[in-house]
């Protein structure tokens, strides 16, 4: 990935597993979103890449903006 990455995060409310899970939405410097689920606190190593140019962008041209969308709803509230 190049450049810097800018990431949001949103710890779940669901209590029936002893660990909660987080969603991670990672913005490459490339602009590919990256997207994750992982335990409390833990960093995004693993996940999917929603690509903007080809890929995703072509196959499921409304899923990057969907992401995108999410991303900066959950960045107003981390603000």
């Given amino acids: ?3 810097q990455m800018s990431e949001v995060r949103y710890l779940t409310d669901d209590r029936d597993y002893a660990r909660r899970m987080e969603l991670v939405i990672q913005l490459g410097g490339n602009g590919d979103w990256y997207v994750s689920v992982v335990p409390e606190g833990e960093g995004a190593v693993r ?3 929603i690509c903007t140019s080809g890929g995703a ?4 041209p409304g899923l990057p903006k969907a992401i995108a ?3 900066r709803v959950l960045e107003k509230i981390q603000k």
């Fill in 69 to 71: 969308d999410a991303f």
């Fill in 47 to 49: 996940g999917v890449r």
């Fill in 57 to 60: 962008a072509s196959r499921v």
């Fill in 1 to 3: 990935m190049e450049g």
